[in-house]
Structures are given as C-alpha cells and as structure tokens.
C-alpha cells in the first residue's frame, strides 16, 4: 500500500532563508508527483508536476525534485518571504489513472 | 476566467438530513473528482468519474453518492448514512482521467453537523 509521508509537519523560518520540504513515498512505481499549495480554508493550487521520466521540474524561486529510487521528493523554495506562508501538499500519481496519494503537508510559516 | 467552482462555501447539516455540494467547471476537463480533507490530514478521495455517465467509488465513498449527467457538474451528496461529515471537501479535475497532467482545486465547502 502506497503511503505519502511529509516531514516535518510544520517549519517556521526567518524570511530570505532558502529551504526544503520533505516528501518520501513507499512505492516507487509512481506515475508522477504533484506539489500544491494550501491557504487556510481554501482550495489547492498545484505548483509543480513531475512526471515519473524527469528529475526535476522548476518554477520562479521554486525547485521540486524527484528520485524514484530512494522514493523522495524535495520542494526547494528560494529567499523565502512572508506571502509564502502555507501548506505546502505533496501527492503521487499512481500507475492507476485515479489513484492520487496525499501526504499530511507540512505547515510553513515564513516571519518577517 | 476557466475553473473549477464549489458552492456553497459553508453548509450546515442537521443530524438525519441530505445536503448536496455542488461543483461546476467550465475547463472542458473529462475527470472530476471528490476528496475529503480532515484538519492535519491529507486528502482522501471519495468518488470519482471519468467521463459523462460514470462514476466510480474513492477510498471513503460510504454515506456519499454522486451523479454525472454533465460534463461540466459533479456534484456530492452527502446521505444521513454519513455519521461523521464535519470536513473540508474539495472537488477537483483534469483533462482526461489518463493524462499526465496537473491536477485542478476548487475552493472547497466547509460542512460542518448543527
């Protein structure tokens, strides 16, 4: 059974800082992985795709990197600011066309 | 502007009552899909369909049922079978149900039992 694990499950750093949000999965037969933003009492946004071929994929000041072979996914943000406060949501694809695995999100709060 | 629209954003139940959430896109999108998310906890997927006509049951589908009779409607009824619906729901879709591409949100309802 595919389970998605987000560690930690909140982080609060100083704004400028560049940091790391954790993602492992325990099945590596993903289709791809999906990286979204949640505001408090809101929808998602997805921000990046990786898709199961490629390694990394890069938007603006994010970095979102994908290694099957150890089951990790990393989603780097760059000089960090306080707009950036929120869940950030990893999910992998499974080879299945719906099954979409959720992790728990880690919880970012970025102080001026 | 092309999404995904969720109403109503707070609904309130009364024990022994069904409540339907609606969900509308108007991305031209083949797949839709329900979740469930619980405070501190990730999203589980409730139903989902992949064209006109057809649904298939999610993860947690008991005490839920849906319809698809539009492309562009999915909407949940959450039946008095659900003992436990005080969630955050969110509808969402993508193209097609096998395409490798993103995921879209709706804004999500708040449900919460009187």
């Known amino acids: 059974k595919q389970e998605v694990t987000q560690i930690p499950a909140a982080l609060s750093v100083p704004e400028g800082e560049n940091l790391v949000l954790n993602c492992s999965f325990t099945?590596?037969?993903?289709?791809?992985l999906q990286w979204f933003r949640q505001d408090p009492g809101k929808g998602l946004t997805s921000l990046l795709l990786i898709q199961s071929s490629q390694r990394e994929q890069t938007s603006g000041r994010l970095n979102a990197s994908l290694d099957k072979s150890s089951g990790r996914s990393t989603l780097y943000i760059a000089a960090s600011q306080p707009g950036d406060s929120a869940t950030y949501l990893c999910?992998?694809?499974?080879?299945?066309?719906?099954?979409?695995?959720f992790g728990s999100g880690t919880r970012l709060l970025v102080r001026p | 502007d092309g999404g995904i629209t969720q109403s109503p954003k707070y609904l309130f139940r009364k024990e022994g009552q069904n409540v339907t959430l609606s969900c509308e896109q108007n991305l031209n999108h083949d797949a839709m899909y329900w979740y469930r998310q619980d405070p501190g906890q990730g999203l589980r997927l409730i139903y989902y369909s992949q064209i006109v006509n057809d649904f298939q049951k999610g993860d947690i589908a008991e005490g839920y049922s849906v319809s698809r009779e539009k492309k562009e409607s999915f909407p949940l009824t959450v039946t008095s079978a659900q003992k436990n619906p005080t969630a955050f729901y969110l509808c969402a879709s993508k193209p097609l149900a096998d395409s490798n591409e993103k995921l879209f949100f709706g804004s999500g309802t708040q449900l919460s039992v009187l």
């Open positions: 999910a992998a694809w499974m080879d299945s066309s719906y099954k979409l695995i």
């Open positions: 099945d590596s037969a993903i289709y791809n």
